[in-house]
């Protein structure tokens, strides 16, 4: 099976996974579920990607993420593309319907690489924005700024570690009386991840955490 098989298949089976979205009501959780939710809608909205090595400059691939507790994960595809030696830009998007909802998210962001041609900097800095709407639910917007640096293991992994401020401007839906005000907080993580090329095609695992929630993401892409 070659690798836009096994993307297609990562995507599309974990779209069963995703009808999570469309079968809870955000109104009916506690403070501490709903933070982690909406966390769990920022982080997917605002995921940032990064090349394994500098011979390809267009990626595209699948990538399923979750809130570790609550156990409610949710898959998006994504793309990137190297504009220039040091500059990134990428896309993420989603989206998944039931009888009970439907939940779409998209997001843009981009990273750069502060050092030279010559001599690349082993870290980028990033800011990504992107917005999550689930049916009467929750509607969310999310701008990160993230500073991540690498670690080359071997010449077939690669250690990332880093931060994350995560700006969330969220609003829910009450049964009855529509969406609420909308409420501004940040989420600051910590965020570790191990990259590993193999064949054509990179397996990237990240956890993002604080001392509230934790999020793990697992990730497959390919570079043309």
């Known amino acids: 099976m070659n690798i836009n098989k096994i993307c297609i298949v ?11 979205w469309s079968s809870f009501q955000i109104e009916n959780m506690n403070n501490d579920d709903s933070y982690k ?4 809608a920022a982080l ?55 009888e009970k909802g439907a939940a779409q ?17 082993n870290w980028m800095v990033s800011i990504d924005s992107g917005f999550f709407r689930g049916h009467n639910q929750i509607n969310l917007s999310a701008l990160k700024f993230s500073i991540d ?22 609003s ?3 049964n009855g009386k529509g969406f609420s005000s909308r409420t501004a907080y940040q989420i ?4 570790t991840g191990i990259m590993r090329s193999i064949k054509n095609m990179i ?8 001392n509230k929630s934790n999020y793990l993401s697992f990730s497959i892409f390919k570079g043309i």
């Open 10 to 20: 990562v995507h599309f089976s974990s779209c069963f996974v995703f009808s999570q």
């Open 37 to 40: 939710t909406n966390g769990l």
């Open 44 to 98: 997917i909205s605002s995921f940032q990607y990064y090349p394994f090595d500098d011979e390809s400059n267009f990626h595209f691939g699948s990538s399923i993420s979750g809130e570790i507790s609550t156990a409610r994960y949710a898959p998006h595809t994504f793309a990137f593309v190297k504009l220039t030696w040091n500059l990134i830009l990428r896309g993420r998007m989603s989206g998944f319907s039931t």
């Open 105 to 121: 998210l998209f997001g843009w962001g981009m990273s750069l690489n502060p050092g030279s041609a010559e001599s690349p900097a």
């Open 149 to 170: 640096r690498f670690f080359l293991i071997n010449d077939k992994s690669k250690f990332i570690y880093g931060i994350s401020m995560n700006s969330i401007n969220n």
């Open 172 to 174: 829910k839906y009450i």
């Open 188 to 191: 600051n993580q910590i965020n």
């Open 203 to 210: 397996l990237s695992v990240n956890l993002s955490t604080n």
